[in-house]
């Protein structure tokens, strides 16, 4: 059985091998990490940011792009991003999950990916385990500098590898690859609500959720602020989950957060800039259904908000 990383490895290796194709970058640093930029450097696409979403999910999702989901009101962006997972524990949580801040000396990046299985260091494994210890392993990072190598080294420890066994993936936030790979994240938020909310993981079976593609930011700024918003007020996310107890449901929206209704680069300003000061609950989609497998019961609960994206739009206009 393949693990996470072994997974996630293959498909690394399969951009590594079409890297013109995708726009991207691929260099050996001095300790021997393979980094393959997405968009830092590299100009990067849409394609190349809808691979690097499944590596980041280890293989075990579909990323696609398509039409806006028919059910979000049309607030002018003419593509959306779809996740489809039957693995979605593993998937969202064991892997693409940015629960990794790495920090050096003029370097801070949010980690996520199959990497932080093998480290095992977060909390929430003790929950949804996942752990493993692969002989090579896998990193993404939003940041907008080229990892140096006292902290690819500092990766491969906390994983039990060697440098040379490390592959980071990278991309800014403003930047088609790093945009796109952020807005596929609209199951893993609700799950983290989920988790975060008491509701247990396992229950749930399989996932899917779509939210619109916002344009690219001229600075990573505003595209935290856009790929934030268009989760926050447009994304909707479809879980199945066994059981009978479905009372945590109605606190996954975002509308549920003290912080709720205002585009997502006001209320980072109104903080200083200190994301972990934002509410917490803040950071989930704007509806979420659920299915109930044993009893056929179906909820719905939140609502999108194309007021408040169009109003987060207009400064591209």
């Known amino acids: 059985m393949p693990t996470l990383n072994d997974r996630a490895n293959e498909l690394a290796n399969a951009m590594a091998a079409d890297a013109d194709n995708l726009g991207i970058a691929v260099l050996t640093l001095e300790c021997g990490t393979r980094i393959i930029d997405c968009g830092v450097e590299a100009a990067g696409s849409f394609e190349a940011g809808r691979r690097l979403a499944e590596v980041c999910l280890a293989g075990l999702a579909t990323v696609t792009i398509e039409s806006p989901d028919a059910t979000v009101p049309d607030i002018g962006c003419n593509r959306s991003v779809h996740v489809r997972t039957s693995n979605p524990v593993a998937a969202c949580m ?87 790979q952020i807005v596929a994240r609209s199951v893993e938020t609700a799950l983290h609500k989920l988790y975060e909310l008491g509701f247990d993981l396992n229950r749930v079976v399989e996932g899917s959720g779509s939210a619109p593609l916002p344009p690219i930011g001229d ?3 505003q595209a935290i602020g856009w790929t934030n918003d268009v989760i926050l007020y447009g994304a909707v996310v479809r879980l199945k989950v066994q059981g009978e107890d479905l009372t945590c449901i109605s606190g996954v929206p975002s509308s549920n957060s003290k912080d709720y209704g205002r585009p997502f680069e006001e209320i980072f300003q109104r903080y200083n800039g200190d994301f972990y000061s934002i509410d917490p609950f803040l950071f989930s989609p704007a509806v979420i259904e659920v299915e109930n497998t044993d009893t056929g019961e179906l909820v719905r609960y939140g609502q999108t908000a194309p007021a408040i994206l169009a109003e987060s739009f207009r400064a591209k206009k």
């Open 94 to 180: 064991a892997s693409q999950y940015a629960g990794w801040e790495l920090k050096g000396s003029k370097f801070f990046a949010m980690g996520s990916g199959p990497m932080r299985a093998a480290a095992c260091r977060e909390t929430i494994f003790q929950y949804i385990g996942n752990c493993e210890r692969p002989p090579q392993c896998v990193g993404i990072l939003e940041t907008s500098k080229l990892p140096p190598n006292d902290i690819c080294v500092s990766i491969a420890e906390k994983c039990g590898i060697s440098t040379q066994n490390l592959t980071l993936l990278v991309a800014r936030t403003a930047s088609p690859a790093g945009t796109l």
């Open 219 to 221: 600075t990573d700024l």
